[in-house]
DNA sequence: CGTCCGCTTGACGATCCTCAAGAGCCGTGG
DNA sequence: CCACGGCTCTTGAGGATCGTCAAGCGGACG
């Protein structure tokens, strides 16, 4: 107690994620009851409808939370990215599946004591609050796009909100490049399309310049601009 | 202070809003910052954009959140009933407009204020905490519907989750009938349809029998099961 | 080198939107 | 009290978008 764990010492994220509101005396009350756990690609840290009994920060990689339609439907309502927050504290029953998009490393607290730190730190319950405040901003965004947005329009914003998102390599000619954690499923799964639809609409970003596609899961933005305006226009 | 206000004291909502995780102490804290308000049907409260300066809760009457594209697409990410909370606490800036479905009545605090209530009070605070959490579940489910259900599971699903939150009168042959606080254009905006399809959609529920119509605004369930059927099933 | 898997492409069809007209309700005013 | 005009809602026809089904391409890997 009162000494802070190695691992939030050296912790990629300390001052992202949840933790940094956290002097090191209550950072050792959390490391306390954290564990270092791993997820390969595809695995699943919790179910829809299973029981939620962990929390987690989410330290690398990327995580998709998904619900489904009991005939088997499925949308992807969000995704996290390294100091994002993972888990429902307060619900006994998880009505989403937290599933790894890539490998993925998460600090994991069983929830109930994770529950009970939270009731014990002020500061860290009020930046949780205020997560959970942005969450709700970006999943009612998210309903406008998935309501009101065309296709052309949803791809292109997806790959506009991953290039500022995820880590991107930039060129000397301004063209920036990076690797998408999703294949075209999962990013159907998202912007409530299909397979085809995300793909073609990818092909027709090729043809008028906006990306290229270097490699199957290789998005490179060389104009930036177009790619805006495909994002907003109705018709473009 | 530490005199329950009158308008607190035959509140319709007492025990329903945030104010009941409130002692009669604090509830005299927070009824002294705030000021009975009402909106008529059509005004808003706050605008996308605009200043983030007041909080409220809901007494009676519905209103509606939305969301716009910059070319004036229009969706509705939620709507508030009577109890609920109605505001952005944290945000500067509001980025949904709020408005008035029915004529309505809030019990409004200026923004500043309410937050300071909230950081001394921790049981508020955490009422409203575990209230946003219940919302991005709601927000969750909306995106499942709008990225996957088809127009026909869309509107029915609708008319059931109004039929569970509104007034309603039940009949003797176990038909409940309510009235509509939206009309067809802003029910087409909460599930992300046009006005034309929404209303066929309700005709095909006339036809099977599953609804009635006696008046344009008025829904008659007659045969909740079936509308259950089209609410979930791909094909009904 | 061949197979597998994910992605692309094409043709077709269903769903939903658009445009346009018509029907029903309601307040207003004669 | 009824006629009128203005709504909203309904209904229809036609078309665009996106989903479905099916085939072909191409890289990864044994």
Redesign the interface.
């Known amino acids: 107690m009162g000494i802070v764990d190695e691992r939030c010492a050296t912790c990629l994220v300390r001052d992202q994620a949840l933790c940094a509101s956290l002097s090191d005396d209550e950072l050792s009350a959390l490391g306390d009851i954290g564990r270092t756990r791993f997820l390969a690609r595809g695995q699943a840290l919790m179910w829809a409808g299973g029981e939620s009994d962990v929390c987690a920060n989410l330290i690398s990689g990327v995580i998709q939370?998904t619900?489904?339609?009991?005939?088997g439907?499925?949308?992807i309502?969000?995704l996290l990215f390294p100091g994002d927050f993972v888990g429902?504290?307060?619900?006994a029953e998880a009505?989403?599946t937290f599933g790894a998009l890539t490998d993925a490393q998460l600090c994991v607290y069983p929830r109930k004591a994770f529950v009970g730190i939270l009731?014990e730190h002020?500061p860290l319950?009020?930046l949780?609050?205020?997560r959970?405040?942005a969450?709700?901003?970006e999943?009612?965004?998210?309903?406008?796009m998935?309501?009101?947005?065309s296709a052309g329009e949803k791809v292109a914003g997806f790959l506009i909100e991953l290039s500022e998102r995820l880590p991107c390599r930039r060129d000397l000619d301004g063209v920036t490049t990076f690797e998408l954690p999703l294949d075209r499923a999962q990013i159907a799964d998202v912007?409530?399309l299909t397979i085809e639809t995300v793909s073609r609409q990818i092909t027709k970003l090729k043809d008028v310049g906006a990306i290229a596609t270097p490699g199957r899961r290789t998005i490179a933005v060389r104009d930036m601009g177009l790619l805006l305006n495909h994002a907003?226009?109705?018709h473009a």
Chains 1, 2 share one sequence.
Not at 88 to 91: G, I, K, N, T, V
Not at 139 to 144: D, S, T
Not at 146 to 149: D, K, N
């Open positions: 939370m619900v489904a339609t009991n005939d439907r499925e949308q309502v969000g429902q504290p307060f619900a009505s989403l009731a002020a319950e009020r949780l609050f205020h959970t405040m969450a709700l901003d999943a009612r965004a998210r309903m406008l998935l309501g009101r947005r912007l409530g907003d226009a109705a």
